[in-house]
């Protein structure tokens, strides 16, 4: 199967910081997603990124496909911001998802 | 559309009961998708659907575990005798059609085997 290593694992921020997430994938992927799991489990769709960058708000997300990695940058964090945020890639069959292990992310004002 | 649901949102079973969880996809969504994540990891794939037919079952899946997807609208997973191992949070994910590629996941199951 495909690995996805996403770094770093915690990352503790003071409400207004900035922050980059790294996701690395062992082979190449399709349909790349990120997700933020809030406090309730709840896998909420942050972007749909092959390729490419993408913005929506204070956040932002970049794919090199070609390098197999994807990054999230968050800015001006918030405490809402707070949770576990993870990227998914598939096979291109798109018959299976993997998803790496997450980076919990905690916000404090 | 109201999205992916599941049901039951919590269920508490003793070790050797079966267990039956549903999945109502996003409707014009052809492709469904069960993983299991337990405390600290990701999702884990467990088995695809698209419509009624299921094309791919992970390694992890083992023979007490079963799915289906009949007519290919909502799926039930099913667990018979429960084991502690099993204890995790099952999500459900739908996709697919003129939705586009995007994954869409429902609230879980979490489920808790004494």
């Known amino acids: 199967g495909i690995q996805v290593e996403q770094s770093p694992p915690d990352l503790i921020l003071q409400e207004g910081a900035n922050s980059t997430l790294r996701c690395n994938f062992s082979d190449s992927v399709n349909n790349l997603q990120w997700f933020h799991q809030n406090p309730w489990g709840q896998l909420i769709n942050l972007f749909y990124i092959p390729s490419g960058t993408k913005q929506n708000g204070r956040l932002s997300a970049t794919t090199v496909a070609t390098e197999r990695y994807s990054l999230l940058y968050i800015s001006s964090s918030q405490t809402t911001d707070s949770g576990v945020y993870f990227c998914?890639?598939?096979?291109?069959?798109?018959?299976?998802?993997?998803f790496g292990t997450g980076t919990s992310l905690t916000v404090i004002p | 559309d109201t999205g992916v649901s599941q049901n039951p949102r919590h269920k508490i079973t003793k070790r050797g009961q079966n267990v039956t969880f549903r999945c109502d996809p996003i409707?014009?969504?052809?492709?469904l998708y069960w993983y299991r994540q337990t405390l600290g990891q990701g999702p884990e794939f467990l088995t695809y659907f698209q419509n009624e037919a299921q094309l791919e079952k992970s390694r992890l899946l083992s023979d007490r575990f079963s799915a289906e997807r009949p007519k290919g609208s909502f799926s039930t997973l099913e667990i018979q005798r429960t084991e502690q191992g099993d204890s995790a949070m099952y999500l459900c994910?739908?996709?697919?059609?003129?939705?586009?590629?995007?994954?869409?996941f429902g609230p879980g199951t979490r489920l808790t085997v004494l």
């Open positions: 409707s014009e969504h052809n492709r």
């Open positions: 994910a739908s996709r697919g059609g003129p939705a586009g590629p995007e994954q869409f």
């Open positions: 998914s890639g598939a096979t291109y069959t798109g018959n299976q998802f993997y």
